[in-house]
């Protein structure tokens, strides 16, 4: 088939998207904490974002394990079956210079053939776990049989107090219905305003506080805000993580009106037919909107015996993963790719504004 028919079909059928415009939260940098005078440590701490605990204050850090050099086991190599659900299968390596741009493409999704109606969503949760929500997410995938998978924030995991105990039983819960387990740091730092030495050793206590739960290295990484300089992608490159993004979200992290949220992901799903979902199992308003998510997706199923109706299919990470490998967008780049999509977008809808235009920066 032509490509330049391929490209209209395509820009036809991806035509639903907007990009999630990533600036740099306006995190003061640790320059300008220096310029305030502030000691190094203090510095360090004040990067830190980890979302604020509800109720019972977060363990003070000293309640973490001994300090000392953690002990890591043999880092773990690609496709590694073993670090995520059996059901899951190996995936392919599709960004293996851990590149931030190339995560952000594909993120987007893969290249739908002509005819082929099917459009891919799979579901990401950030910032837990937290005892008092993650469950109530748990309950709404477990009724669709959906697996998701869930970046964990390594700081809830680790301690003595009651706090931590029961966020590590929320993870194993986590593991125990199958859906992947990735890493988000330990302290959900902005991996791009710390030195060095802070970065890998958020990376790799983030991913010894997950395994000493699950037992498994986490093998997906998703760096807080999806920040990520070219130290921090060294460092995902040499560790043989697989740099984790997303396509859809709406704020739903710093946002309380969970119907408006709900309706502008959903524009954004259908501009971008499918996608990779964002959203936090730390609150109520995220439980909300992906209650009705999983309604409004399951509304509009993909029914093989209607093929030439568009439908949604709801699939674990590495499926997704799968269908980019085998068809990857044809597009070097985001903006070259949205520039297609609100051209077909515009064709499709000559009245209507670009629906979904660009995100406010992600809160990850
Ligand atoms: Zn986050």
Redesign the pocket.
């Known amino acids: 088939m032509p490509s330049i028919f391929r490209a209209f079909v395509l820009a036809g059928s991806v035509a639903a998207g907007s990009w999630v415009g990533l600036d740099r939260p306006d995190a003061e940098s640790t320059r300008d904490l220096a310029q305030r005078g502030l000691s190094s440590g203090a510095r360090y701490l004040a990067t830190l974002s980890a979302?604020a605990v509800p109720e019972t204050p977060a363990p003070a850090t000293s309640a973490l394990p001994p300090e000392g050099p953690i002990e890591f086991g043999p880092l773990p190599q690609h496709r590694d079956p073993e670090s995520v659900p059996s059901h899951a299968g190996p995936w392919p390596t599709l960004n293996p210079e851990a590149s931030i741009a190339k995560a952000w493409m594909v993120a987007e999704g893969p290249a739908y053939e002509p005819g082929d109606r099917r459009r891919l969503v799979t579901l990401t949760f950030?910032?837990g776990p937290f005892p008092e929500t993650t469950p109530a997410v748990l309950r709404a995938l477990a009724r669709q049989k959906i697996r998701a998978a869930f970046?964990v924030?390594g700081r809830y995991l680790d301690g003595d107090d009651e706090r931590a105990v029961q966020s590590r039983a929320t993870l194993e819960k986590v593991a125990a219905a199958g859906h992947i387990i990735g890493n988000?740091t330990h302290d959900?730092a902005h991996l791009a305003a710390i030195t060095h030495t802070q970065v890998l050793d958020q990376i790799d206590r983030g991913a010894a506080s997950i395994e000493r739960v699950t037992g498994k290295r986490p093998v997906f990484f998703?760096p807080?805000?999806g920040e990520l300089d070219d130290f921090g992608q060294q460092a995902v490159r040499d560790r043989n993580l697989d740099l984790l993004l997303w396509s859809v979200e709406k704020q739903d992290?710093t946002r309380e009106d969970s119907k408006e949220v709900f309706r502008e992901l959903v524009a954004q799903i259908e501009y971008k037919e499918g996608g990779i979902v964002l959203l936090?199992d730390i609150r109520w308003t995220s439980v909300r909107v992906l209650r009705e998510l999983l309604g409004w997706l399951e509304e509009r199923k993909y029914d093989p015996k209607k093929p030439q109706r568009l439908g949604y299919e709801v699939v674990d990470l590495p499926t997704y993963l799968r269908a980019v490998a085998a068809s990857p967008l044809p597009y070097e780049s985001r903006d070259e790719l949205e520039r297609v999509r609100e051209a077909a977008y515009r064709a499709r809808h000559p009245n209507a504004t670009a629906k979904g235009t660009r995100a406010k920066p992600g809160?990850?």
């Open positions: 979302p950030d910032d970046f924030v988000h959900h998703r807080p805000f992290m936090h809160d990850s």
